[in-house]
């Protein structure tokens, strides 16, 4: 058991949660509708299924520009830093 506050979750860990909840939920929508146009059932699991990759792929990929971003973001403000002592 780890000693960490309820309301302190890293980022890495949110936004994966985040994109796998998305990832699922888009998955399983995209295969119900194809259900409802009468698609036949492997048709509908397949068409969900590359949803939920498609979805992660691209929920993975923000993560990564928002780690870049933020390294950025800090490397700008170390330089100001250094630029106004």
């Given at each position: 058991m780890t000693d960490r506050a309820h309301d302190e979750i890293p980022l890495r860990d949110l936004c994966t949660s985040l994109g796998h909840?998305?990832?699922?939920?888009?998955?399983c929508l995209v295969a119900l509708l194809s259900l409802l146009n009468h698609v036949r059932v492997s048709t509908a699991a397949v068409r969900g299924?590359?949803?939920?990759?498609a979805v992660l792929l691209v929920a993975r990929w923000g993560f990564a520009a928002l780690c870049q971003a933020h390294a950025l973001d800090e490397?700008?403000?170390?330089?100001?830093?250094?630029?106004a002592e």
């Open positions: 909840r998305i990832a699922v939920a888009g998955g299924g590359l949803t939920f990759l490397a700008e403000r170390n330089d100001e830093e250094e630029s």
